[in-house]
Nanobody, 120 residues
Framework: QVQLVESGGGLVQAGGSLRLSCLAS????????MGWYRQAPGKQRELVAT???????NYADSVKGRFTISRDNAAYMVYLQMNSLKPEDTAVYYC??????????????WGRGTQVTVSS
């Protein structure tokens, strides 16, 4: 089992930055791919970014060049650095853990989410 706890959300003005953190507990963290999803009101859940166990990253087109996902295996942490935030980035952001080292099977575990609100 894997437990995930997000933090770092909040209210920020457009153009600002936030860093989301996700603390993982449970087995095999360093061997799991990790990711961040988001869901805005009235919209479908969207995969924002993923990072494999080897450190390869992937991003949604909507956040490329603005968001950076990273991980610290020793600390059981995953981060999402969000820069140049836009009002359309407003959503609940969820940390996820995969079943293996890549994202081929998608998320297996979910955190409870953290709210990010970007004001115009």
């Amino acid at each position: 089992q894997v437990q995930l706890v997000e933090s770092g959300g909040g209210l920020v003005q457009a153009g600002g930055s936030l860093r989301l953190s996700c603390l993982a507990s449970g087995s095999g963290f360093s061997m799991r791919a990790m990711g961040w999803y988001r869901q805005a009101p009235g919209k479908q859940r969207e995969l924002v970014a993923t990072i494999t166990s080897g450190g390869s990253t992937n991003y949604a087109d909507s956040v490329k060049g603005r968001f950076t996902i990273s991980r610290d295996n020793a600390a059981y942490m995953v981060y999402l650095q969000m820069n140049s935030l836009k009002p359309e980035d407003t959503a609940v952001y969820y940390c996820n853990a995969g079943t293996g080292g890549t994202w081929s099977r998608g998320p297996a575990y979910w955190g409870r989410g953290t709210q990010v609100t970007v004001s115009s």
